[in-house]
């Protein structure tokens, strides 16, 4: 199952060129992180951080596989400080967990930051990580100001 979800080689991304910005709408998949797996197969992640209200450990374990495939370094993680409470076992997963750098805080945003040798990419998306059958957004900017601008704030 994990393989599956994994395969980098479907490779759905279009790539976004410098300052270009797309927009799309998805249903019954993760949209940011989706991005993340199919901006791996075409190029090596640098450097990553991301923003979620909710985040589950299926989904951990996915960006787990990417980093055993050396295409995605230590994740930067600001959650939810609700998650502790609400979601215990997505918490006591990342409690020192090696593979994420992990901080909780007052949120409901969902974005992410993707650094790799060319690019600087930006994604936002009106869902949560978990799938489900809603229709959700996602935009997905190509600016190394935006990117550092919102990495200024994660760190």
């Given amino acids: 199952m994990l393989k599956e979800r994994v395969d980098i080689k479907k490779n759905k991304f279009k790539p976004v060129a410098v300052n270009e910005i797309r927009s799309e709408l998805f249903t019954n998949e993760n949209p940011i992180l989706q ?23 299926k989904q951990l ?10 295409r995605l370094p230590i994740v930067r993680l600001l959650l939810s400080d609700s998650i502790p409470y609400m979601v215990k076992s997505t918490s006591n997963y990342l409690k020192d967990n090696a593979n994420f750098k992990t901080s909780y805080i007052n949120t409901h945003a969902k974005f992410s930051g993707i650094k790799t040798k060319k690019n600087h990419y930006f994604i936002h998306s009106s869902a949560n990580t978990n799938s489900d059958g809603k229709i959700e957004s996602l935009t997905i900017i190509n600016s190394k100001h935006i990117y550092e601008s919102h990495k200024a704030f994660v760190d």
């Fill in 35 to 57: 991005a993340i797996i199919d901006i791996a197969y075409f190029d090596k992640i640098e450097e990553v951080y991301c923003m979620f209200f909710r985040c589950s450990q």
């Fill in 61 to 70: 374990k996915i960006m787990e596989e990417l980093q055993k495939r050396d």
